[in-house]
C-alpha cells in the first residue's frame, strides 16, 4: 500500500490423538476411569510447515508485486480482463511483507511471547521510519511523541484507526501459529493495537486466524466458516465473512456481481464513514471475496483479488499468501515458481540484512516451533503436535535494568576496547577475527545485548552458562530512509533473554567470522 505511486511433497493433514511413548499407562480404579492418551487439536509434519510457510512468503510477493501497477486504480468497477503476473528474481521490501520482516526480527530478538509495547516502540524507531502511510504513520508520529500502544492504534488517538495498514501486516502471527487459530487472532490483537482500533483490528485478527487455520484446513471456505466461530454476533468482520459466504452459495452470483454488491455495502453506500480506499471493510471483503470465489485455484483467487481493485496489491498479498499455505510450494504453478528468484532485498527498513524467501521462512518456522514448544507441543519423528491456546502478553515493566558499560572491569576476553561517539559511553567492545571471546558473569534473570548494526558486519553466537541462545547477525543492508543512506545504527538492542534462574551466570560472545562486530554495553536485571 503505497499512496499516489506504480510501482516437499505435501502431506495429510490430519487432527488427531496421540499418545506419548514414554508416558506409562497408569493403573486407575474401575470407577475411575482416566483416559491416559493425550489429545491434540494440531498435528504437522515439520517439512510441510515450511512447505506451506514458503510457499506463503513466496506468493505474497508475487501477489504484492503484480498488484502494484494497477493499485487504487479499480473502484468504480473491476479490471475487465486479467491482469499480468509479475514474478522475478529479486523482491523487495515493499510494506506488505516489510513490516513482518520487522516483526520476524523482533521475536527473534525478544522471545516469540516476550516481546512489550515498550519493545514493539523500540523497534519501531531502529527499523520502521518511514515507507509507511495512513494509520501506521500515524501511529509513528504517536510514538515519536512518547506514546505507547495501544495508545499508538487507539480511535481516541490515531485518526487513521480504521485504515487497512493492520491487515497487510499481521499474517506472521498465523505463520508461527500453525492450526492454532484461537493462538495467532489474539496475538494479533495485542500487536496490532500499536497501529489500528475496532473493526480495523477485528479484520487484521481474523486474516492472521486464517492463516494459521489454513494449515490444517486447506479448503478456504471451510477454513473461513471455522475462524468466524471465534467471533461474536457484534463482529463487523463475521458479518462481512457471512455476507461473502451467503453470495458464494447462490449459484446465480459470480465474483463480479459480489464485487458489485460488497462495493455498494461498504463503499458506495457505508453510512456514517466517508468513501475511503484504504478502508478496513471494504479491502476485507474483497480478499475474503477471492478466496470464497476461486475454487481453492492459485491464480484464480488472485486474479480476482488483483482485479477487484481497491488496495489491490495488499489484497492481492493476502490473498496469495493464504493461497500458499493451502497448497505449499508445491502446489504453487510451476510456470511461475520457474520464472521466480528467492532473494528478498531490504531497502527501507534500516540495521535489519538482506534475506532470502528460503531462509525468512526457516526463521519464521523456528519461532513458530519456539511458539508451540512454550503452548506444551510434543515434537517426535519430525511430526510437530500441539493445542491451540490463548495468547497471553508478558509484562516485564518491573524489570530494573543494569549496565556494564564497555570499559567496565568485569568484562573480558579479546574484544578491544574502541572509541565510537555514538554508543551510550563513547567507548565499545571490538572483535574482527573469527573466534575471538567476550567473557563476563551477572547475577539476574535477563540479560541484553546492544551493538551496532552496519554493512559488512559479522556475526556472533552468546553463550548463557554454556547453553547456546542464538546467532545474532549484526550486517545490515544500505538502506534509504527519510532522504537518506542508513549504512549502520548504533545502540540497538539485538538480543535479550528473559527467564533466566536468579543467580550468577557465565556469559561468552564469540565472534564466529573475520569480520567486525561493536559491542556498546550489557544489560541485565531482576525483577523488583
Given at each position: 500500500?503505497?499512496?499516489?505511486?506504480?510501482?516437499?511433497?505435501?502431506?495429510?493433514?490430519?487432527?488427531?490423538?496421540?499418545?506419548?511413548?514414554?508416558?506409562?499407562?497408569?493403573?486407575?480404579?474401575?470407577?475411575?476411569?482416566?483416559?491416559?492418551?493425550?489429545?491434540?487439536?494440531?498435528?504437522?509434519?515439520?517439512?510441510?510447515?515450511?512447505?506451506?510457510?514458503?510457499?506463503?512468503?513466496?506468493?505474497?510477493?508475487?501477489?504484492?508485486?503484480?498488484?502494484?501497477?494497477?493499485?487504487?486504480?479499480?473502484?468504480?468497477?473491476?479490471?475487465?480482463?486479467?491482469?499480468?503476473?509479475?514474478?522475478?528474481?529479486?523482491?523487495?521490501?515493499?510494506?506488505?511483507?516489510?513490516?513482518?520482516?520487522?516483526?520476524?526480527?523482533?521475536?527473534?530478538?525478544?522471545?516469540?511471547?516476550?516481546?512489550?509495547?515498550?519493545?514493539?516502540?523500540?523497534?519501531?524507531?531502529?527499523?520502521?521510519?518511514?515507507?509507511?502511510?495512513?494509520?501506521?504513520?500515524?501511529?509513528?508520529?504517536?510514538?515519536?511523541?512518547?506514546?505507547?500502544?495501544?495508545?499508538?492504534?487507539?480511535?481516541?488517538?490515531?485518526?487513521?484507526?480504521?485504515?487497512?495498514?493492520?491487515?497487510?501486516?499481521?499474517?506472521?502471527?498465523?505463520?508461527?501459529?500453525?492450526?492454532?487459530?484461537?493462538?495467532?487472532?489474539?496475538?494479533?490483537?495485542?500487536?496490532?493495537?500499536?497501529?489500528?482500533?475496532?473493526?480495523?483490528?477485528?479484520?487484521?485478527?481474523?486474516?492472521?486466524?486464517?492463516?494459521?487455520?489454513?494449515?490444517?484446513?486447506?479448503?478456504?471456505?471451510?477454513?473461513?466458516?471455522?475462524?468466524?466461530?471465534?467471533?461474536?454476533?457484534?463482529?463487523?468482520?463475521?458479518?462481512?465473512?457471512?455476507?461473502?459466504?451467503?453470495?458464494?452459495?447462490?449459484?446465480?452470483?459470480?465474483?463480479?456481481?459480489?464485487?458489485?454488491?460488497?462495493?455498494?455495502?461498504?463503499?458506495?453506500?457505508?453510512?456514517?464513514?466517508?468513501?475511503?480506499?484504504?478502508?478496513?471493510?471494504?479491502?476485507?471483503?474483497?480478499?475474503?471475496?477471492?478466496?470464497?470465489?476461486?475454487?481453492?485455484?492459485?491464480?484464480?483467487?488472485?486474479?480476482?483479488?488483483?482485479?477487484?481493485?481497491?488496495?489491490?496489491?495488499?489484497?492481492?498479498?493476502?490473498?496469495?499468501?493464504?493461497?500458499?499455505?493451502?497448497?505449499?510450494?508445491?502446489?504453487?504453478?510451476?510456470?511461475?515458481?520457474?520464472?521466480?528468484?528467492?532473494?528478498?532485498?531490504?531497502?527501507?527498513?534500516?540495521?535489519?540484512?538482506?534475506?532470502?524467501?528460503?531462509?525468512?521462512?526457516?526463521?519464521?518456522?523456528?519461532?513458530?516451533?519456539?511458539?508451540?514448544?512454550?503452548?506444551?507441543?510434543?515434537?517426535?519423528?519430525?511430526?510437530?503436535?500441539?493445542?491451540?491456546?490463548?495468547?497471553?502478553?508478558?509484562?516485564?515493566?518491573?524489570?530494573?535494568?543494569?549496565?556494564?558499560?564497555?570499559?567496565?572491569?568485569?568484562?573480558?576476553?579479546?574484544?578491544?576496547?574502541?572509541?565510537?561517539?555514538?554508543?551510550?559511553?563513547?567507548?565499545?567492545?571490538?572483535?574482527?577475527?573469527?573466534?575471538?571471546?567476550?567473557?563476563?558473569?551477572?547475577?539476574?534473570?535477563?540479560?541484553?545485548?546492544?551493538?551496532?548494526?552496519?554493512?559488512?558486519?559479522?556475526?556472533?553466537?552468546?553463550?548463557?552458562?554454556?547453553?547456546?541462545?542464538?546467532?545474532?547477525?549484526?550486517?545490515q543492508s544500505e538502506t534509504i530512509t527519510l532522504g537518506q543512506n542508513i549504512d549502520h545504527i548504533s545502540n540497538t538492542l539485538v538480543k535479550r533473554i528473559y527467564h533466566l534462574e536468579n543467580k550468577e551466570?557465565?556469559?561468552?560472545?564469540?565472534?564466529?567470522?573475520?569480520?567486525?562486530?561493536?559491542?556498546?554495553?550489557?544489560?541485565?536485571?531482576?525483577?523488583?
Amino acid at each position: 500500500m503505497k499512496i499516489g505511486r506504480i510501482a516437499l511433497l505435501c502431506l495429510p493433514l490430519l487432527l488427531s490423538s496421540c499418545r506419548r511413548n514414554d508416558t506409562p499407562t497408569p493403573v486407575n480404579p474401575p470407577d475411575n476411569p482416566v483416559d491416559p492418551t493425550p489429545t491434540y487439536d494440531v498435528v504437522i509434519n515439520e517439512e510441510e510447515y515450511y512447505d506451506k510457510t514458503l510457499g506463503a512468503i513466496t506468493a505474497a510477493l508475487w501477489g504484492n508485486f503484480s498488484g502494484l501497477p494497477t493499485e487504487f486504480k479499480f473502484i468504480t468497477a473491476p479490471s475487465s480482463e486479467e491482469l499480468p503476473w509479475l514474478v522475478s528474481e529479486t523482491y523487495s521490501t515493499d510494506d506488505d511483507t516489510s513490516l513482518e520482516y520487522v516483526f520476524t526480527h523482533t521475536m527473534e530478538t525478544y522471545g516469540v511471547n516476550d516481546v512489550t509495547y515498550t519493545d514493539i516502540v523500540r523497534e519501531w524507531k531502529d527499523h520502521i521510519r518511514d515507507y509507511i502511510w495512513v494509520g501506521n504513520e500515524s501511529a509513528k508520529k504517536l510514538m515519536d511523541q512518547g506514546y505507547l500502544p495501544p495508545d499508538t492504534g487507539s480511535k481516541k488517538y490515531n485518526p487513521n484507526y480504521r485504515a487497512i495498514d493492520a491487515q497487510i501486516e499481521c499474517e506472521v502471527f498465523g505463520l508461527i501459529a500453525p492450526g492454532m487459530k484461537t493462538n495467532a487472532k489474539e496475538r494479533c490483537e495485542w500487536w496490532m493495537a500499536s497501529v489500528c482500533d475496532g473493526e480495523a483490528k477485528d479484520c487484521a485478527s481474523f486474516y492472521s486466524a486464517l492463516c494459521a487455520e489454513l494449515y490444517i484446513e486447506p479448503n478456504a471456505i471451510k477454513a473461513i466458516e471455522n475462524v468466524m466461530e471465534l467471533y461474536d454476533d457484534t463482529s463487523n468482520a463475521k458479518a462481512i465473512a457471512s455476507k461473502v459466504l451467503s453470495l458464494r452459495e447462490n449459484e446465480k452470483i459470480t465474483w463480479l456481481g459480489a464485487r458489485q454488491k460488497l462495493y455498494e455495502d461498504y463503499y458506495l453506500y457505508n453510512p456514517g464513514r466517508k468513501q475511503d480506499t484504504l478502508d478496513c471493510e471494504i479491502n476485507f471483503s474483497m480478499v475474503l471475496m477471492a478466496l470464497a470465489f476461486g475454487n481453492n485455484d492459485f491464480k484464480e483467487t488472485g486474479q480476482i483479488a488483483l482485479r477487484a481493485g481497491f488496495d489491490n496489491d495488499c489484497n492481492a498479498a493476502t490473498a496469495c499468501m493464504m493461497m500458499g499455505i493451502a497448497l505449499g510450494y508445491e502446489g504453487l504453478p510451476e510456470d511461475l515458481k520457474e520464472k521466480s528468484g528467492t532473494t528478498y532485498t531490504n531497502t527501507n527498513r534500516p540495521g535489519l540484512p538482506n534475506d532470502t524467501t528460503t531462509n525468512w521462512s526457516e526463521r519464521i518456522c523456528k519461532l513458530g516451533k519456539q511458539n508451540m514448544l512454550e503452548n506444551k507441543a510434543l515434537i517426535e519423528n519430525k511430526e510437530i503436535k500441539v493445542n491451540d491456546a490463548n495468547y497471553i502478553s508478558n509484562d516485564y515493566s518491573t524489570f530494573n535494568e543494569e549496565i556494564y558499560e564497555a570499559s567496565n572491569e568485569a568484562l573480558n576476553g579479546d574484544f578491544q576496547l574502541i572509541y565510537n561517539p555514538e554508543f551510550s559511553s563513547k567507548y565499545g567492545l571490538a572483535s574482527d577475527t573469527k573466534n575471538e571471546e567476550l567473557t563476563f558473569t551477572f547475577s539476574g534473570e535477563m540479560l541484553s545485548i546492544y551493538a551496532q548494526t552496519a554493512i559488512e558486519s559479522g556475526s556472533f553466537e552468546i553463550f548463557v552458562d554454556e547453553t547456546s541462545y542464538g546467532i545474532i547477525n549484526l550486517d545490515q543492508s544500505e538502506t534509504i530512509t527519510l532522504g537518506q543512506n542508513i549504512d549502520h545504527i548504533s545502540n540497538t538492542l539485538v538480543k535479550r533473554i528473559y527467564h533466566l534462574e536468579n543467580k550468577e551466570h557465565n556469559v561468552k560472545i564469540v565472534n564466529l567470522m573475520d569480520s567486525t562486530i561493536e559491542i556498546d554495553h550489557i544489560g541485565y536485571g531482576t525483577a523488583e
